[in-house]
């Protein structure tokens, strides 16, 4: 099993920035992917941003100049920097992980950490 715990969220002005980090432990063998969903009430969860095990990024369209994904050499702690924050971006942010180890992917999920952006 893989725990994700998520830190960084918060209450920013538009235009300001934060910085979101989620920090797995457990069973983290054969990682292949992080990242980063956002979800708002009464709507689906939107992938924001994606790291795969080459480190290889992929962005929603949204968010593409503004977020950036990073992790550290482990792949066990990823991080989305989030600047000229816009009130749009008010949501939950999940950080994933996917692995793939002994012929099964598994997919793992944050609790959850708050971003709200004032206008």
């Known amino acids: 099993q893989v725990q994700l715990v998520e830190s960084g969220g918060g209450l920013v002005q538009a235009g300001g920035s934060l910085r979101l980090s989620c920090a797995a432990s457990?069973?983290?063998?054969?990682?292949?992917?992080n990242g980063w969903y956002r979800q708002v009430p009464g709507k689906q969860r939107d992938l924001v941003a994606v790291?795969?095990?080459?480190?290889?990024?992929n962005y929603l369209d949204s968010v593409k100049g503004r977020f950036t994904i990073s992790r550290d050499n482990a792949k066990t702690t990823v991080y989305l920097q989030m600047n000229s924050l816009k009130p749009e971006d008010t949501a939950v942010y999940y950080c994933?992980?996917?692995?793939?180890?002994?012929?099964?992917?598994?997919?793992?999920w944050g609790q959850g950490t708050q971003v709200t952006v004032s206008s």
């Open positions: 457990g069973s983290t063998f054969g990682i292949v992917g």
């Open positions: 790291i795969n095990s080459g480190g290889n990024t």
């Open positions: 994933n992980l996917v692995t793939f180890y002994n012929g099964i992917r598994r997919e793992y």
